[in-house]
């Protein structure tokens, strides 16, 4: 299985200030054959499922906000919050899809 | 806009089996080009990968639950299941029903979700 460990487990960050989170893969999951990370970030407020925010390791989807960016390649990524807001608050969690079973980092919990 | 919703016993006795069914609205089950499966989250704690399915019937299964898990399409109801067995305490958590996308290449993400709903497992 490949495992995904995130760092921090969480972090403080003030209003208008910048969050980053780190997250490692056990083994690469960047697939040769098309040039492509198969990783993902999701974000989980209280009581809700969790919201897809970021596919490919850095592709926004639909309707994300522009202050998320994901990036990274092989083993390493990081997804950066600009100019954190309140409605920001929540667990984020990455994901691998390159192998089954896919599996998930341990999440990150952002706090103001 | 796909909708998802989990369905199912809040409570079920150890040593039994869990039975979940998520209705899939708005979007058919049978299209082309998407998977549709389970990811559970303990109170508290991560998410956790169950199954997925295509609704022609392959499927895919996370080996540390294999043996006790079933995941199953219904086409004609646009719905699709999960049966887990012999649950233990260790099986209580949030589950929730996802769509995956297929990658002709390897594997999936989650891309719309249920609301979940937990299942307790206790005596």
């Known amino acids: 299985d490949i495992v995904m460990t995130q760092s921090p487990d969480s972090l403080a960050v003030s209003l208008g200030e910048r969050a980053t989170i780190n997250c490692k893969s056990s083994?690469?999951?960047?697939?040769?054959?098309?040039?492509?990370?198969?990783l993902a970030w999701y974000q989980q407020k209280p009581r809700q499922p969790p919201k897809l925010l970021i596919s490919?390791?850095?592709t926004r989807e639909s309707g994300v906000p522009d202050r998320f960016s994901g990036s990274g390649s092989g083993t390493d990524f990081t997804l950066t919050i600009t100019s954190l807001q309140a409605e920001d608050v929540a667990v984020y969690y990455c994901?691998?899809?390159?192998?089954?079973?896919?599996?998930f980092g341990g999440g990150t919990k952002v706090e103001i | 806009q796909v909708q998802l919703q989990e369905s199912g016993p809040g409570l079920v006795k150890p040593s039994e089996t869990l039975s979940l069914t998520c209705a899939v609205s708005?979007?058919?089950?049978?299209?082309?080009?998407?998977?549709w499966g389970w990811i559970r989250q303990p109170p508290g704690k991560g998410l956790e990968w169950i199954a997925f399915?295509?609704?022609?019937?392959?499927?895919y299964y996370n080996p540390s639950l294999k043996s006790r898990v079933t995941i199953s399409v219904d086409t004609s109801k646009n719905q699709f299941s999960l049966r887990v067995s012999r649950v233990t305490a260790a099986d209580t958590a949030v589950y929730y029903c996802?769509?995956?996308?297929?990658?002709?290449?390897?594997?999936?993400?989650?891309?719309?979700w249920g609301q979940g709903t937990l299942v307790t497992v206790s005596s």
């Open positions: 708005d979007f058919s089950i049978s299209s082309s080009g998407y998977y």
């Open positions: 996802a769509r995956i996308p297929l990658d002709p290449y390897r594997s999936g993400r989650f891309d719309y």
């Open positions: 490919w390791a850095s």
């Open positions: 994901q691998q899809y390159y192998s089954i079973p896919v599996t």
């Open positions: 399915m295509y609704h022609s019937g392959s499927s």
């Open positions: 083994q690469s999951v960047l697939y040769s054959s098309n040039n492509k990370n198969y």
